[in-house]
């Protein structure tokens, strides 16, 4: 038998449904990287190849250890997730979202995380916040904020300008 006629039969049902699979996954991959849009488990695979303008907006946290306000903080150490895909998830949830109920849930769920079973730095997920006063968290504030890229320090997270909370739960 020549190879011709080897290849020339039909194709079984496995290898051609997975290799559509393969081609659809492909496919989805290609298009979030044209749009430029994460969702898990597909990735952009922006993150070294954006263009900023000179102002732009950015998440923040404010956590209530105990009765006081933290200062600013940014949004990766409260899930136990690579850093780049915590930012999605508090847009999904937090900014497109119009459910309060679900956001309430969010954010109490991550208190309770923070306060019971905090994790270390690996790889990309940055080490979670840590209370320091015994009560723990009682409380989450999202702000929106601007950064400006001409007086940006990335050192001490600053200045940030135009600050506007989106949510804030309060636990006790």
């Not at 990766?76 to 895909?85: A, S, W």
Request: charged letters at 30%; aromatic letters at 12%; a positive charge.
């Amino acid at each position: 038998m020549n190879k011709a006629a080897k290849w020339s039969g039909p194709v079984g049902r496995k290898p051609a449904m997975a290799a559509a699979l393969l081609l659809a996954v492909l496919a989805a991959q290609f298009f979030h990287t044209v749009v430029d849009r994460n969702r898990w488990p597909l990735c952009s695979n922006n993150m070294f190849n954006r263009t900023l303008p000179r102002r732009f907006a950015q998440l923040r946290v404010r956590l209530r250890d105990g009765d006081e306000w933290t200062g600013f903080r940014q949004v990766y150490g409260l899930m136990p997730l690579e850093f780049f895909r915590v930012v999605d998830i508090f847009a999904t949830v937090l900014l497109e979202n119009k459910d309060d109920e679900v956001k309430e849930r969010f954010c109490r769920t991550i208190l309770d995380r923070l306060n019971t079973r905090p994790w270390p730095n690996y790889d990309e997920v940055r080490r979670s916040e840590r209370p320091r006063h015994p009560r723990g968290f009682t409380g989450l504030e999202v702000i929106m904020v601007n950064i400006d890229v001409g007086d940006y320090s990335m050192a001490d997270d600053g200045p940030l300008y135009d600050h506007q909370v989106l949510y804030r739960c309060e636990v006790g």
